[in-house]
């Protein structure tokens, strides 16, 4: 069931950062996206070079979600949305408190909620790793496969 529940895991993430990184790169699912908007938005919180990290954030979350989707490389690629959303809370997020902005108050940004939800997510796949429904899983089972074999091996 460990691996069921992985599966689910890496699913819902998958689904939530694919979303996000096709927002930040393409526009998709709504108003104020695309590389312009997100570069602005990264010039505004404090970033220099606000075009590099919109291409690089929307990369990471739109490559990145579809590589946690099918569990390759979930840890390393966990590793990094962690720090992006690090990066995030410490430049933005922490000012505005712990709950997002659900009144849609235009004179206040949103707090930390998202971002260290999504962290907790990630941290689990750091933990666990991909599941046993991964190719990061198949990969395992057949290392230890050839490892095993190779000890039969050698104590004949």
């Not at 689904?15 to 996000?20: D, E, P, Q, Y």
């Not at 979600?65 to 390393?76: Q, V, Y």
């Amino acid at each position: 069931m460990t691996g069921v529940a992985l599966l689910v895991l890496r699913l819902v993430l998958a689904s939530v950062l694919v979303a996000h990184g096709a927002h930040d790169l393409f526009g998709t699912f709504g108003e104020g996206g695309g590389l312009t908007a997100s570069a602005a938005y990264f010039t505004k919180i404090g970033f220099t070079q606000g075009y590099v990290i919109a291409l690089v954030a929307g990369l990471l979350q739109f490559v990145g979600g579809m590589l946690i989707a099918i569990g390759l490389l979930s840890r390393w690629i966990s590793l990094a949305l962690i720090g992006f959303y690090g990066l995030l809370v410490w430049r933005e997020h922490a000012k505005w408190g712990f709950f997002l902005n659900w009144t849609n108050d235009p004179t206040r940004g949103h707090g930390m909620e998202f971002a260290v939800l999504m962290s907790g997510a990630l941290l689990s796949l750091i933990i666990a790793g991909a599941g046993e429904w991964s190719l990061d899983g198949r990969r395992a089972q057949s290392r230890e496969s050839r490892i095993a074999g190779r000890a039969r091996i050698r104590n004949r």
